[in-house]
């Protein structure tokens, strides 16, 4: 597994998009698609998937370094946006008005 990339597709075993275990897509554990910690797909600080500012995956300008990183499967992280009341990021997603 490369250093912040994750599967993407709808597998359930070893090394799948929907895998809960380490290299998954689910994965919580440490730079996993689902982790909050640096370098997780629900990052929010400098460099994570959910950061704003240049070098996160949320950010809207040109970088000479980009984010180049996979969100977790887009039913996973929408419906973590939404339990943790992360409204404003959801917007974002959805293209609310």
Do not use: F, I
Not at 1 to 13: A, E
Not at 42 to 55: D, E, Q
Not at 61 to 69: A, F, K, L
């Amino acid at each position: 597994m490369l250093k912040n990339t994750w599967p993407r597709d709808r597998h359930v075993g070893p090394g799948g998009g929907l895998y809960t275990g380490p290299g998954g897509g689910l994965y919580t554990g440490p730079g996993g698609g689902m982790s909050t910690g640096p370098g997780g797909g629900l990052y929010r600080g400098l460099g994570g998937g959910l950061y704003t500012g240049p070098g996160g995956g949320l950010y809207t300008g040109h970088c000479e370094q980009p984010y180049r990183s996979n969100l977790p499967p887009r039913e996973a992280l929408l419906e973590y946006l939404a339990r943790n009341r992360l409204e404003h990021l959801l917007c974002l997603l959805l293209q609310c008005g």
